[in-house]
């Protein structure tokens, strides 16, 4: 059974959203991800192996269609990405600001491989996880 950092995924499609003009840098975003937690006294985890775990999400969203490059007239610079339809249901189901999104987390971390194409496309097709 595969789990995810969710916390962190969340993290980077944010960042995702907000990369129009400039890099997308998965290292950086888990060291200030980390930071915030530590801020906020919560334990952290090994911040090399966050920062690994961070680039392997990017190479994962990517192969499976949660991000894709952003083109060049939304600010595309050959290095930065957009958020696919399924990048988006992704972030809406375990966007931490919208409340209740500890449900379609639970259900989520109940899978296999929760970010498996098929799996969650029909995951996310559920009405009732939301």
């Avoid at 993290?11 to 840098?25: C, D, K």
């Avoid at 392997?56 to 600010?75: F, S, V």
């Amino acid at each position: 059974m595969t789990t995810y950092n969710w916390d962190l995924i969340e993290r980077l499609l944010h960042e995702v959203q907000n990369s129009a003009g400039h890099s997308f840098t998965p290292r950086p975003y888990a060291e200030q991800y980390a930071a915030e937690k530590a801020a906020n006294g919560e334990a952290i985890e090994n911040l090399d192996h966050l920062k690994t775990v961070a680039g392997e999400y990017e190479k994962l969203l990517l192969a499976r269609g949660y991000i894709e490059p952003r083109p060049e007239d939304q600010g595309g610079n050959g290095s930065n990405y957009i958020l696919t339809p399924r990048g988006s249901s992704l972030l809406s189901l375990i966007d931490s600001s919208i409340p209740g999104n500890d449900h379609p987390r639970q259900v989520l971390d109940e899978q296999d491989d929760a970010l498996e194409e098929v799996r969650f496309d029909e995951i996310a097709s559920r009405a009732q996880i939301a």
